[in-house]
């Protein structure tokens, strides 16, 4: 058995350590969420928690968890389902066709992405409200959407700037229409990217919460803003209980991100920072 170098073992214990460190938090956090609550507000600390399933039976008994958790699925996949059939096609125009203005309309996608929410809160309650979408999933949908497609369009078009133009002037001499392009040779070869800016996409519309708290009520609560109802009342603030919502609110983008870590990684370090 051939011996490890000692550069080679130190490298592994600080990256063990590195991931220690990065998971004390999210261990941390699990720990409270699955502690009673007499644990959490006890004046003196405790090293080793009882686990229990109090807080668990409490928020699917008290609340609507498991609507709060679909609004949030709804909303973040058909948003990022949108932002990425709107935005491969805007990117490829971006990218491949020559016009007049081409590089200011893309900067001027990408400073959409600058504004500050506050600015157009108000119109965007006042418009939903006249198509009487207020309260709704969709409307949340929209507005995710709307809110990403600009980082989302300027990722993939960074990514296919990469691709040679040779590829495709192969597929136009064999008879290939744009859409076939497209369809068949540079989606596939984008797909690091186009899974990236989806992520991201996902990623923000998960952590929206202004637009969010205007647009939605009861109804359509997301876990984002669900989180808000875990306090005051007679009970004070339940701390597990926030823990909990929060950590299952969280942990879907970790898994996410854990199983297509290759592509992601692929897609941020290619063509995502070049202009």
Known sequence: MAKRHPRSIAATIVLAGWALLCLLPILFFASIALRPRNEIIAPKPIY?????????AKIWAE??????????VIAVTGSVFLCLLLGIPAAYALARYRFKGREDLGFYILSTKMMAPAAVAIPIFVLFGQLK?????????LVYAAMNLSIVVWIIR???LDIPHEIEDAARTDGASDL??????IIPMCLPGIITAGVIAA???????????????????PLSVALANFSGGSDGIIYNAIALVGFLAFFPALLLVILIQNHLSRGLTMGAVKG
């Not at 923000?204 to 359509?220: D, H, P, Q, R, V």
């Open 63 to 72: 609340w609507p968890i498991g609507t709060y958790f679909m609004n949030s």
């Open 158 to 160: 960074s990514y296919m």
């Open 48 to 56: 080793f928690p009882t686990i229990s399933t109090e807080t668990w």
């Open 203 to 221: 990623i923000f519309a998960m952590n929206e919460y202004l637009f969010t708290l205007i647009i939605a009520s009861k109804n359509a609560y």
């Open 180 to 185: 076939r392009i497209l369809w068949e040779i």
């Open 133 to 141: 979408m207020l309260d709704t999933v969709w409307a949340l949908m």
